[in-house]
């Protein structure tokens, strides 16, 4: 039989696994940093909505109980809550008037909770 | 001499495989140079968005502290209102020292701080904006209005603080009335609460980002000034 000098099968398919790994790596890297950009919008979105609830929360007289809100465009729920924190000083006293805001944001898809936390008088 | 036979055992390759090793190597190239362009793409985009979010929750930082640390005796009015063909929102502080800069000992009492959303005027977007005067000694308490004193500082530069937006948002919350106000329009009281809403121009897709900000109450000695 007359050699003609062409690839072996073997060589062909070396060749394309490393292009075909290449290329994978160079589109994990692609999707990689899309899902850095996506958590940091995630991340950023949910730290403004708990700052914002935060700052809600000293518009008005606070009032013991918890709010629950629906879950944002990113799937992030949200829940506030505010107790009457009984402080007690040295001398034995104990203040009656300062309320503890803690707001709670639960990523059911990351499994993650961010919680932020404010004081406030009951009569500012 | 040796002479070379080209006939015998050493054979070329034809044209026809020559070109479709080079189509085979072009589609390969091309494959490559596609996937490349688009990880530059990508990470260009991913840096723009980033540098955008960052700038966003600064604008939104400085001005949660701003409002917070608001002198007591600063007074605050805001309406929507297009002046010489651009459209605006301009929320305007009055005694406002150190408000949105720093302290300066010589920064006068009655200084009169307007913070502005305003849309470009070839409409490419819209930019925040503020500027800082000293009002003339004639000026009067009914001049302590936002259209007023935006013609009053017609001069003086605005300062341009972030821009490309593709929309803003700014709605102002009346505690006692339970309600949300696109306009703000008495002075002796503030509203508790001011909610922006500011969507980007720059990113691949429109991003809205909602703030609300306190703002704390006027003091009772201000109010009946």
């Known amino acids: ?20 790994v290449a290329v994978v790596g160079l589109l994990s890297c692609l999707k990689a940093g899309l899902d850095a950009d996506y958590e940091q919008q995630r991340f950023t979105n949910t730290r403004l909505n708990l700052q914002s609830l935060l700052d809600e929360s000293l518009a008005v007289a606070p009032r013991e109980g918890t709010k629950e809100y629906a879950p944002d465009a990113f799937q992030v729920s949200y829940r506030r809550e505010i107790k009457l924190a009984k402080v007690k000083l040295e001398d034995g006293k104990t203040l009656n008037d300062i309320f503890r805001v803690s707001v709670v944001a639960l990523d059911t898809q990351r499994d993650k909770k961010i919680i932020g936390e404010l004081w406030t008088y009951a009569s500012r | 001499m040796h002479r ?59 001005l949660r502290n701003g409002f917070r640390n608001l002198p007591v005796r600063t007074q605050i009015v805001a309406k929507p209102l297009v002046q010489d063909g651009t459209e605006q929102i301009v929320l305007v502080f009055r005694d406002a020292p150190g408000f949105l800069s720093w302290l300066s000992e010589k920064e006068a009492d009655n200084l009169i701080v307007l913070l502005a959303f305003r849309r470009d005027d070839e409409g490419a977007g819209w930019r925040v904006c503020m500027k800082r005067f000293v009002p003339p000694e004639h000026f009067s308490e009914n001049e302590f209005d936002a259209k007023k004193l935006l013609a009053l500082g017609a001069k003086i530069p605005w300062l341009e603080r972030v821009g490309d937006f593709r929309r803003v948002g700014v709605r102002f919350f009346d505690a006692e009335k339970d309600e949300w106000l696109d306009a703000w ?7 508790s609460l001011i909610e922006l809403k500011l969507v980007s121009e720059k990113v691949r897709d429109a991003r809205s980002e909602s703030s609300v900000l306190w703002v704390p109450p006027v003091r009772s000695e201000v109010a009946s000034r």
């Open chain 1, 1 to 20: 039989m007359k050699k003609t000098g062409g690839y072996m099968l073997l060589e062909v398919v070396l060749a394309l696994s490393i292009f075909i």
């Open chain 2, 185 to 191: 329009n008495n002075p002796k009281e503030r509203p």
């Open chain 2, 4 to 62: 070379v036979n080209p006939g015998h055992g050493s054979r070329g390759m034809t044209l026809i495989e020559v070109m479709v090793a080079l189509g085979v190597m072009c589609i390969l190239v091309s494959g490559i140079f596609f996937v490349v362009q688009t990880s530059l793409k990508t990470v260009i985009m991913v840096d723009t968005a980033a540098s955008r979010q960052d700038e966003i929750t600064n604008l939104v930082d400085i």
